[in-house]
């Protein structure tokens, strides 16, 4: 394939593309840097790519997949930044917020302790702020799916925190 058909196979999808991964990182730099991963990889297996029968599915999973592997790496910055910056005052005490901080850590725990899917989903949501749309997009799960996964995670969460507290007192 050269320059000229890889161009016209490929570009047209490059707005919807774009929509795509601006949705699912929720930035417009990261959205750029995925999309010329994308057309990289695209081009470099140009010549495996003319058996594809539907090549704007296949680059809308190509961006989904690398979307999410961005998510995986930052995923675990964007928590501790979350959860570090959990204050609910700013006048708090040093005690008030080493309790907090220390709830905040047995939050983070339990999640990492929930189903995949329900992990991603709470974080997702709850982290990251995403609509059930935009967590559809990025799972491929029903919007009825993800708030059965969103209700259980947090159902959960919520049973094992009080388990602690309780036990702690």
Not at 80 to 86: C, Q, T
Request: charged fraction near 30%; proline fraction near 2%.
């Amino acid at each position: 394939m050269d320059a000229e058909s890889f161009k016209r196979q490929f570009l047209p999808y490059h707005p919807r593309l774009y929509r795509i991964a601006y949705a699912l990182t929720g930035n417009s730099q990261d959205a750029e840097d995925i999309l010329q991963d994308a057309y990289c990889k695209l081009w470099n297996k140009r010549e495996k790519l003319g058996h594809i029968n539907n090549t704007e599915a296949f680059c809308v999973t190509l961006v989904k997949n690398l979307c999410f592997d961005l998510l995986r790496s930052s995923r675990k910055n964007m928590q501790e930044e979350a959860f570090e910056n959990l204050s609910l005052s700013t006048s708090v005490s040093p005690e008030t917020e080493a309790i907090e901080q220390d709830e905040s850590k047995q939050i983070q725990q339990l999640i990492d302790k929930l189903p995949e899917k329900q992990r991603q989903v709470i974080r997702l949501r709850g982290i990251n702020d995403c609509s059930l749309e935009e967590i559809e997009e990025i799972t491929g799960l029903s919007t009825v799916n993800v708030r059965v996964l969103l209700s259980r995670a947090r159902k959960v969460v919520k049973e094992q925190y009080l388990k602690l507290a309780s036990y702690e007192r």
